[in-house]
């Protein structure tokens, strides 16, 4: 489905126009059309399938392709215009290695309450810093793109059953991809504007009895393996500088490496719907961390970037708000209703899960980021 | 340090010539020489600095290539062949995704009773399913890469604090690549064999006191993913053929779905050094869950296979002989001594690790796995 995009907005995306579905290249969402980089500007990394080449050109080269987007939108750019309606978005760029945080006090909380109920619900290294596991990157697929149920072992009262998934959740999160993997590690939290080339929209899907009988010692696996949905669009960090506000404050104070300089919270307010009813309005101004620490904890211990890491924020969940079913139904305990009277503990065949979000900058504006879309198809035979 | 190959053991690598280390390219291991299969055969393919393309062209021709490899070293390939000292060995693929298991028994059960004393070391999850987790790509690095002691936070006493890891320990195990990503998941263990390309050594450095602050609920993170070793010389499946033997009895019977079509336990036998003195000779076959098992577990949700999927068995422990120090040592309660005096719990600046590991066929056959080296440089400056 076409988003519409306001100035000032740019998003990145890799698009191609039916007939030539095998030259995916670079564009920038311009109003309900795509702006074609690689006719407009003379760089072969604009001609290419994924934004990687471009990304791995760094700071300097982003800002002046977006001031030459800029000039070009507002002289008017007609020959290099694609309607938006008429193109295929592809996946971005190409996800070196992909981290998932767990961010979110709010979410740590209440999945915590959920799943290890009379334990202290969050653990004390929570606070000390930012938890988080690698996941896959091999099933990341664009907006969009049907996931179907996964099967698997869970535990059904007191038997192992192999089986599709009967508890399919999903998590609204925020995603940002580095561009520049060039700098030594460890990197500081106040390096995070230079490296971080933009932001996406991301679905983490979730089959929670999967995630139960497998994750202790080693955490989740096949439980989150099967997809994880991703925006077509990359919104530049750049676009997101007016929404930059001060982190809540953190108790006890981090450590000295994870003590931020400068404001990298964002007033990212998201929405997350299901077959187009709105379920919350998570704020992502309300994370613990942010994902300038999260990058310096990434980076502690020695570990190098590449062009096309991903890491995303875990479920955004406030104090009133949550991002997940697991939350919003409290394990299918307190079910749903949605407006036309369907009821959801976890998710159906065939439900449709749409993830959008809008950036609140301190001057009054409104940017908006790329949606994150899809719908649940019934499980594959086994 | 150059290995030495037998005829019919025919591993890849991908290498280059000093003067020309901008041109890697495929070669084979043969004796003490590197067969150029970029000028041997008339294959673009083999003059990639990655396996990843001829890995995805599948079982067919990677037997073809095998037969041309034998023809070419019986009749003499000399102008063909660079002597293996003067090349340099590259990481020899693009890895996808990385999965690391842990499917020996008796190193689950070290690990339970040293990391959770008073607890049932072993889960009863552990004996339904291979239990793994996913595990960084960016820092897999060649064999013989010095390897920098991580920095992070741990408990030292009471006290949180952000310093070189104290316990830096390593995991001597064995790794699957996933050359033929094309198959529709799932994949049935019998579909091992066609898929997979071949085997390589991995030491899955490990900081046990980052890993341990960090690892509830999400698993390992930091600990791990500063440094994995991977060995420069790929050893195909098919060498391993005459040392495929029958697995251990599993008990209970694993689900439909992870039951095995033929042998996949494989009669090799590892070689964990320390400063040249060998510490360890755990056995393979002793694994509890095999590769195909595995294979067919990471792809039971429906995770489509991608050329350069690596997957690790996790330490290799058998009922004698450890794989790690942490059991070596019994988390530095039980300090080894080595032949020169020097004792060890874990592992101390300046240490050289090196696994190397030899199939045993039932026909009397022995075939060199790749080794995998690598020394403990000082940590870096915060």
């Known amino acids: 489905m076409p988003q519409r995009f306001d100035h ?28 074609d980089l690689s006719t407009l500007l003379d760089d072969p990394v604009f001609a290419q399938p994924t934004l990687n080449p471009f990304m791995a050109q760094g700071r300097t080269a982003w800002t002046a392709t977006r001031t030459r987007v800029r000039e070009a939108a507002e002289v008017g750019a007609g020959p290099h215009l694609v309607p938006m309606h008429d193109a295929v978005l592809h996946l971005p760029f190409d996800v070196a290695d992909f981290v998932d945080f767990n961010s979110s006090l709010q979410h740590a909380t209440n999945a915590g309450r959920i799943l290890r109920p009379g334990t202290e619900p969050v653990r004390s290294n929570w606070r000390q810093m930012p938890v988080g596991y690698h996941a896959r990157t091999g099933t990341i697929v664009v907006s969009g793109t049907p996931v179907a149920r996964p099967n698997g072992q869970y535990l059904q009262g007191e038997a192992t059953v192999v089986a599709p998934s009967e508890r399919l959740d999903v998590e609204a999160e925020v995603g940002f991809v580095v561009g520049d993997g060039s700098a030594t590690a460890p990197l500081s939290p106040a390096e995070f504007g230079d490296r971080v080339f933009g932001v996406v929209l991301v679905l983490d899907w979730s ?9 202790v010692p080693l955490g989740p696996f096949l439980g989150k393996s099967f997809a994880t949905t991703m925006s077509a669009w990359v919104l530049p960090l750049e676009a997101l500088e007016p929404a930059r506000v001060a982190a809540p404050v953190q108790d006890p104070q981090p450590a000295e490496y994870l003590r931020i300089a400068g404001p990298w919270a964002l007033d990212v307010r998201l929405e997350f719907a299901l077959n187009g009813h709105v379920v919350s309005r998570p704020r992502f101004d309300t994370m613990y961390w942010t994902p300038a620490q999260q990058l310096a904890h990434l980076t502690l211990n020695g570990t190098r970037l590449r062009t096309g890491d991903l890491f995303a924020s875990g479920t955004v969940s406030d104090a009133d708000e949550f991002g997940s079913f697991l939350e919003l139904s409290w394990d299918g305990e307190r079910p749903l209703t949605l407006p036309n009277g369907e009821v959801r503990g976890y998710l159906a065949d065939g439900d449709e899960i749409c993830l959008t979000a809008v950036a ?8 908006h980021l790329g949606e994150a879309r899809g719908a649940v198809s019934p499980a594959r035979p086994m």
Chains 1, 2 share one sequence.
């Open 8 to 35: 000032g907005e740019f998003p990145y995306a890799v698009f191609s126009v039916p007939g030539h579905l095998d030259a995916p290249r670079v564009g920038v969402g311009v109003a309900d059309q795509i702006l």
């Open 207 to 215: 089959a929670r009895d999967i995630q139960a009988l497998e994750s």
């Open 360 to 367: 609140h900058g301190r001057d009054g504006s409104r940017v």
